[in-house]
């Protein structure tokens, strides 16, 4: 079973993540964004944010978890580039439970907690340069840079530090649209086995949108994003007890369609509402099957692995600023 917990927001987190669009309102957007030309150098869209789901799974469990998500995300423009910096806090029920004081021997009475921050940095051809540097449907092109850091208090403990380095594409559409393609490279902690894990460094391929929808009786958006990453070597368990287990490529999607709720009470930009949705297949990288290693035999029997897959769907609300 892979111990690696991180990656649960993605943030969006996910955060990543091309994530930048996750946080982004098309309604706080520069105008020149919805057209060919280099948008302008400054702005920004910080909001608070929620969400919810009772149906969420982790490996090594096949229990149902529900989870409360709040949330702290600003993005914006700068001389350079665009930002995206987001912290998640994490609650779960105790169907998730956190680690006990005497340690793995036992759980505590409440759900886990959880810490989770993302950060990207899109540097901007076009604005390094000076000079318009989209052809057809591709607005911009660019290199991102980011982090992502979590700690959790079950008994994986996780300790996630991460960085990552791509080549972005931005598409010429009402809204936001982009595509990275690059690398990404994890350090972890696993607190059943008790070993600092540095796995190998994985490509990875990401995709984020915020799409104005059009045509509806009320200001919609559509946004969210997909993340892929490759496999990266031995897991916790492979690591210290040479049971052969090896990560395998992980996919993670989350998406919404949210409402302007607030123009609706004559404050529009300020509020969203709406039903999301998240998938997540092989959840931090865990294959499919697993090995059970029996000490007194000292052989290792092959059974499925649980909870590697999440498929649920959320409640949504951003509170914008």
Known sequence: MNTNLSKTIVGGVVACIGTLALAQDNTHLPPAQETHAAPPNSWNDTFVGYRYSNNFHFPGSAAKVAQNIGSLTTTGGFGLGNYFFNVDYLVSDRNNPEASPEGVGGVGTRGAQETYSVGHVEWSG??????????????DFGLTTGY??????????????????????EFAVPGYWNLTVGARNEQNYNG?????????????????W???VGGAPVPLVFKGFVAVTGPKGGDGFDVATNVPEKTTTETLLRTSLLVDVGSLVGHPKSLYIGPGYEYWNHMFGAPSQTGSFNPQTFQTTTVSNVGIKRSAAVFVAEAHF
């Not at 992502?148 to 594409?169: H, I, P, V």
């Not at 059943?192 to 984020?208: E, F, N, P, Q, R």
């Open 126 to 139: 076009s604005k390094i340069l000076r000079q318009h540097l989209g052809v057809g449907f591709i607005r």
């Open 192 to 208: 059943i086995t008790g070993v600092d894990l540095h796995y190998k460094t994985a490509w990875h391929v990401d995709s984020a």
């Open 148 to 169: 992502e850091w979590g700690t959790k208090n079950d008994q994986f403990e996780q300790r996630a530090k991460m960085w990552m380095l791509g080549l972005t594409a």
């Open 210 to 212: 915020m799409i104005p």
